[in-house]
């Protein structure tokens, strides 16, 4: 009876969620060149090897997706991208426009972006942009720009409305990797970003409202052997990944939890939002080991009613837990859609403004193996419908109040210090 129960709910569940449907998909990636003779140019140049490009995150902004292409390899032109987030005239393979300019994707200018992994738009429409700072690259000089947290407005064309450098006790220059981000609007507006390099995995924690950071380290941040190696459609990924997905549980929820995992570990993680804050010392006392997942898993996606969406990488899966309502993540996660062919490594989530839920898969295995084959389809952007929006927003789909981003104090000063003797100079002629 309990089993004929079990499988009762495990229906109701599979019924909530319509099935992910393919709305763009690409074999190779490809950009809105200025023109076509620099398109070629770069072609033989080697600034543009289209195997070399694959998208990691996108995020949606009224009609448009905004998407990222990490430089992992030579020859990756533009690491923030724009595009239509409806096909037009049935082309679902579009080509990708820079944002916000071309000149804000040149290598080795640090006022440009080097590599953008992640990014997160708040409900005022300013972009969050996570900037490595450097390459992956072995051709290319490598850049040694800091790594920094760069924020846009939307609605001004990408404006720069302030440009965060990332201390060296925070995020160590060569090494850190700025891989993915949430916005906490409490406080002054927090963000939490993974950092995976290396050598000092951890969470940066930014507070807009200080100007400020500092990193929390616990050893459930880091890879764990048992987790390193796994196979995705049969072809072996054998890389050690330090803490990688984060998600924040929903702005209507009091004492809020940031999710967390390796992507080289089974198990699911979560660290109030309070400690992270307050910087404690003995962060031990605070780190809730939640239970074990089937897979590891890459990127994770919070919705504003709690639920917690990831995906599952050797299951070629997709899985939820709503925490809302299933207090236990061992056994209220389940799965929602597996498709060996579609759902070959789903690297990120989000959520649109009309209630629709996407996933990025990039069969990224094939990339870390070197067999992208481009006369197939590699890289999918999928959706289905939920009806809510992301954790930044309400359960009515209203979102918290919001303080304006200005630039940083120290910002302004430098700039009224280095214009002021030409002001002066000019004054005086």
């Known amino acids: 009876m309990r089993h004929l129960i079990l499988l009762a709910v495990l229906s109701a569940v599979a019924v909530c969620h319509q099935p992910f449907q393919v ?26 090897v289209p195997a070399n ?5 996108v995020k949606f902004w009224k009609d448009k997706m905004y998407i990222t292409l990490p430089r992992w390899k030579d020859g990756v032109p533009v690491t923030l991208a724009v595009t239509s987030a409806k096909p037009i005239n049935s082309t679902t393979a579009p080509k990708l426009e ?17 590599l953008v992994h992640s990014i997160e738009i708040d409900p005022k429409g300013r972009m969050w942009v996570l900037d490595t700072g450097r390459t992956l690259s072995l051709r290319e000089p490598k ?4 790594p920094r947290l760069v924020i846009l407005d939307l609605e001004n064309n990408g404006e720069v409305l302030r440009t965060y450098e990332f201390p060296e006790d925070v995020a160590r220059r060569g090494d850190t990797y700025l891989n993915d981000i949430v916005l906490d609007h409490e406080d002054g507006v927090m963000a939490y970003i993974t950092d995976n390099g290396s050598q000092d995995p951890g969470i940066i924690v930014y507070s807009l409202r200080k100007n400020t950071s500092w990193k929390v380290r616990h050893d459930s941040m880091r890879a764990k052997p048992e987790a390193v190696g796994f196979k995705v459609a049969n072809t072996n990924v054998i890389n050690p990944v330090h803490v990688d997905g ?19 570990s089974f198990h699911l993680y979560s660290v109030p939002t309070s400690a992270l804050k307050n910087n404690v010392t003995n962060i031990q006392q605070y ?22 969406y990831f995906g599952l990488l050797a299951d ?47 069969m990224l295995q094939n990339f870390l193996n070197n067999r ?56 005086a002629k």
């Open 316 to 362: 070629d899966a997709i899985a939820m837990w709503d925490t809302k309502n299933s207090p236990s993540f061992t056994t209220g996660q389940r799965v929602i859609s597996r498709d060996h062919a579609l759902t070959q490594w789903p690297d990120n989530f989000a959520f649109d403004e009309d209630g629709n839920f996407w996933g990025v898969t990039n």
């Open 246 to 264: 984060i998600a924040l549980s929903p702005a209507s929820v009091r004492d809020r939890q940031v999710y967390y995992s390796p992507l080289s």
């Open 98 to 114: 820079a944002f916000p300019s071309w000149g804000k994707q040149k290598l080795g200018d640090c006022s440009a972006f080097q």
């Open 287 to 308: 780190v809730k080991e939640l239970g074990r997942k089937s897979s590891q898993t890459d990127g994770m996606a919070m919705s504003a009613t709690g639920v917690l």
């Open 372 to 427: 992208v084959n481009i006369s197939v389809s590699n890289y999918r952007l999928i959706k289905t419908r939920v009806g809510v929006r992301s954790y930044q927003y309400y359960e009515n789909g209203t979102a918290p109040d919001l303080p304006d981003v200005t630039a940083a104090a120290d910002s302004i000063r430098f700039a009224f210090t280095t214009l002021l003797p030409i002001i002066l100079l000019l004054i």
């Open 23 to 48: 709305i763009f998909e690409w074999k190779t990636i490809d950009f809105e060149w200025p023109s076509d003779e620099q398109r070629q140019y770069a072609l033989l140049r080697g600034d543009y």
């Open 53 to 57: 490009n694959f998208p990691s995150t």
């Open 143 to 146: 850049a040694n720009c800091p």
